[in-house]
């Protein structure tokens, strides 16, 4: 039997009653209904993209903030804040709708819209998108990624050389406060016998490597005298006395109390001599390079001086949105979980991964607290980027 429609078929079967129609409610099925689509699309990449300042929001929020919020009592989604997108204006035509129905319910600000990117998150949370009907479908594009340390290598040349005050005392010209008088060019010789490849000379001048972790010279003749943090006037290195030393060199240290800074290794062609810089920062509170002469007043050659610092860079990871609902909390209501299935598979609290753009079908919603819609809520990482959500909800109209 075809599907027919209860009061459609009422009404037929009243027409056949009085004569007015001989049928059989088979012979009039009631028309499909129509399912109309209604999508939200949310391109947080697009809009970032668009903007070449950031706007600032309201009175309350700063440039950037990717969820501006404010409570308005009257409105019964109070509690979600009154989520209003990025850099939403009314006067212009915008790429992101008035009413923003991705939020997250740990925090009112939980990432910054970058440029070309998306929406950032600074933190671990769970991101919630609402607006939803038993039966929708929720799209999340996103990337993830994390911060980490490397290392970065740059050449000893490219780092700023400076004169120091000559007080006759040696009052604060030397050490951690020594005051400079501006910046000069240091020696620099690569590849050629030399009696000094880098620096001043008079062991007066210096660079600051307080900020790198490491300094390597690699040498194919000869050995590099390093000389480093001189602390007076002519101080001179004490292999025996730490205290009374008023410099680091290598490689007079090289048994004595300084040696823990300096380590040397067989390379093609040569050796790499390298200075913790690390450790002398921390025994001394500076780094201060004044001069790589040849030891002993004998030449060298270096091939390469190099100075090796720690940077933050964005890698890609393997992270996923994971599926996470609420359990009949005060959240929701104290209504059941809210279930869906990931591209096909039915989704487990806690366990299923959603690959971006993966199909979320839900299956069923709840209202987070006092709030008039359905929502759904997945769990995300610090680092990752949220680029596009799309929500799809299914409205089922008769067509009379």
Same mark, same amino acid.
């Given at each position: 039997?075809?599907?027919?429609?209860? $009061?459609?078929?009422?009404?037929?079967?009243?027409?056949?009653?009085?004569?007015?129609?001989?049928?059989?409610?088979?012979?009039?099925?009631?028309?499909?209904?129509?399912?109309?689509?209604?999508?939200?699309?949310?391109?947080?990449?697009?809009?970032?993209?668009?903007?070449?300042?950031?706007?600032?929001?309201?009175?309350?929020?700063?440039?950037?903030?990717?969820?501006?919020?404010?409570?308005?009592?009257?409105?019964?989604?109070?509690?979600?804040?009154?989520?209003?997108?990025?850099?939403?204006?009314?006067?212009?035509?915008?790429? $992101?709708?008035?009413?923003?129905?991705?939020?997250?319910?740990?925090?009112?600000?939980?990432?910054?819209?970058?440029?070309?990117?998306?929406?950032?998150?600074?933190?671990?949370?769970?991101?919630?998108?609402?607006?939803?009907?038993?039966?929708?479908?929720?799209?999340?594009?996103?990337?993830?990624?994390?911060?980490?340390?490397?290392?970065?290598?740059?050449?000893?040349?490219?780092?700023?050389?400076?004169?120091?005050?000559?007080?006759?005392?040696?009052?604060?010209?030397?050490?951690?406060?020594?005051?400079?008088?501006?910046?000069?060019?240091?020696?620099?010789?690569?590849?050629?016998?030399?009696?000094?490849?880098?620096?001043?000379?008079?062991?007066?001048?210096?660079?600051?490597?307080?900020?790198?972790?490491?300094?390597?010279?690699?040498?194919?003749?000869?050995?590099?005298?390093?000389?480093?943090?001189?602390?007076?006037?002519?101080?001179?290195?004490?292999?025996?006395?730490?205290?009374?030393?008023?410099?680091?060199?290598?490689?007079?240290?090289?048994?004595?109390?300084?040696?823990?800074?300096?380590?040397?290794?067989?390379?093609?062609?040569?050796?790499?001599?390298?200075?913790?810089?690390?450790?002398?920062?921390?025994?001394?509170?500076?780094?201060?390079?004044?001069?790589?002469?040849?030891?002993?007043?004998?030449?060298?050659?270096?091939?390469?001086?190099?100075?090796?610092?720690?940077?933050?860079?964005?890698?890609?990871?393997?992270?996923?949105?994971?599926?996470?609902?609420?359990?009949?909390?005060?959240?929701?209501?104290?209504?059941?979980?809210?279930?869906?299935?990931?591209?096909?598979?039915?989704?487990?609290?806690?366990?299923?991964?959603?690959?971006?753009?993966?199909?979320?079908?839900?299956?069923?919603?709840?209202?987070?607290?006092?709030?008039?819609?359905?929502?759904?809520?997945?769990?995300?990482?610090?680092?990752?980027?949220?680029?596009?959500?799309?929500?799809?909800?299914?409205?089922?109209?008769?067509?009379?």
């Amino acid at each position: 039997m075809k599907k027919t429609n209860f $009061l459609y078929a009422s009404l037929m079967m009243a027409a056949c009653t009085f004569g007015v129609q001989s049928c059989t409610v088979d012979d009039n099925p009631a028309p499909d209904p129509t399912i109309l689509t209604e999508v939200l699309t949310y391109d947080f990449e697009a809009a970032a993209s668009s903007q070449d300042v950031y706007k600032k929001l309201n009175g309350n929020q700063s440039n950037g903030q990717a969820f501006p919020w404010w409570k308005d009592e009257s409105n019964p989604d109070r509690d979600r804040n009154e989520w209003k997108g990025y850099a939403y204006d009314k006067a212009v035509d915008n790429i $992101l709708p008035e009413e923003c129905h991705i939020w997250s319910n740990h925090n009112p600000i939980i990432g910054t819209i970058i440029k070309d990117g998306g929406i950032t998150l600074t933190q671990n949370c769970g991101f919630v998108v609402d607006g939803l009907k038993d039966g929708s479908i929720v799209q999340i594009f996103y990337t993830a990624s994390k911060e980490v340390e490397v290392d970065d290598t740059t050449s000893l040349k490219d780092v700023k050389f400076y004169g120091v005050n000559k007080d006759t005392d040696g009052d604060a010209a030397f050490g951690k406060d020594a005051k400079t008088t501006g910046e000069i060019s240091p020696i620099w010789v690569v590849g050629q016998s030399t009696g000094q490849p880098y620096g001043d000379g008079s062991v007066n001048a210096f660079a600051d490597l307080s900020a790198y972790e490491k300094l390597i010279v690699v040498a194919t003749e000869g050995t590099p005298r390093i000389m480093l943090n001189r602390s007076k006037v002519e101080g001179q290195y004490n292999g025996e006395d730490e205290t009374a030393s008023a410099l680091i060199e290598y490689p007079k240290c090289e048994s004595s109390w300084a040696g823990k800074y300096f380590s040397v290794k067989d390379v093609d062609g040569g050796k790499e001599y390298t200075v913790d810089l690390a450790q002398i920062y921390k025994d001394f509170g500076y780094v201060h390079l004044h001069a790589i002469k040849g030891a002993n007043w004998a030449n060298c050659t270096v091939t390469s001086m190099s100075v090796v610092g720690k940077k933050k860079v964005t890698v890609p990871t393997d992270d996923k949105l994971i599926w996470a609902v609420g359990d009949g909390s005060s959240n929701n209501n104290g209504a059941p979980l809210i279930t869906a299935s990931v591209d096909g598979v039915d989704a487990v609290s806690g366990q299923t991964e959603i690959p971006s753009g993966a199909i979320i079908k839900v299956l069923n919603t709840a209202l987070y607290k006092n709030n008039t819609t359905g929502h759904i809520v997945v769990n995300a990482m610090k680092g990752m980027t949220i680029k596009k959500v799309v929500i799809t909800n299914f409205v089922e109209q008769m067509p009379y």
